[in-house]
């Protein structure tokens, strides 16, 4: 299966400051990535698609100036949790899906705390 | 997406066989059959997909009802590495994923 990088891995920030997460798909073109934060104990739920030069779609209740996602390139999307609180501590984790595979192959996810 | 619906637990013996069953039974024609494991704290695992005959790959065996209404995931030795939540997913045509809450398989030694 194709590989699917994020950086960083964790990251610990103060209470209003943004924070940026890399997510690569490193031997495949990704047209079309997607975004999901995961709270202890419960499922993935997915908060954004977004596909190479276009602008993303957010899931319903997901504040897109809040998460701003850019995928500028097919090997590249950015997700910044901009002014960030406590309640947006998550494992944050991003998926890729390219023309070549039906199916999307996941980072290992990144885990934000907001102090 | 068509709705699924699987156990929210299972147990399973080192070295058996682990059947995880998943209904979907408003799926529709075109509508492929995904399996994703979450093992803890890592992001979801690809297993296996398919639409309407039985897939294999070196993970698992896929079984899938003549009438696409259900489905199983065979994991033909389980072992303590396949521990994970199990999800059967219906994407729709814009690919999205949407997770339920998926099955927690234990395997014990």
């Known amino acids: 299966g194709a590989v699917v990088s994020q950086h960083p891995s964790w990251v610990i920030c103060k209470s209003g400051t943004s924070v940026k997460i890399e997510c690569r798909s490193l031997d495949f073109q990704a047209t079309t990535m997607f975004w999901y934060r995961q709270f202890p104990k419960q499922s993935l739920m997915l908060m954004a698609t977004s596909n190479e030069g276009s602008k993303a779609t957010y899931e319903q209740g997901v504040e897109k100036d809040k998460f701003l996602i850019n995928h500028a390139s097919l090997t590249l999307s950015t997700l910044t949790v901009t002014s960030a609180h406590p309640e947006d501590s998550s494992f944050y984790i991003c998926?890729?899906?390219?023309?070549?595979?039906?199916?999307?192959?996941f980072g290992p996810g990144t885990r934000l705390t907001v102090l | 997406d068509a709705k699924t619906t699987q156990p929210p637990s299972m147990d399973c013996a080192e070295g058996r066989a682990a059947n995880l069953p998943c209904n979907h039974s408003t799926i529709s024609g075109n509508e492929y059959v995904y399996w994703y494991r979450q093992i803890h704290s890592q992001g979801p695992q690809y297993i296996i997909h398919g639409l309407k005959n039985n897939e294999t790959n070196e993970m698992a065996s896929l079984i899938i009802t003549e009438d696409r209404k259900s489905s199983t995931l065979i994991l033909p030795h389980a072992t303590l590495r396949d521990t994970a939540v199990y999800y059967c997913?219906?994407?729709?045509?814009?690919?999205?994923?949407?997770f339920g809450q998926g099955t927690e398989l234990s395997v014990k030694p």
């Open positions: 998926s890729a899906k390219g023309s070549v595979y039906n199916e999307q192959f």
């Open positions: 997913i219906a994407p729709n045509q814009g690919g999205k994923l949407i």
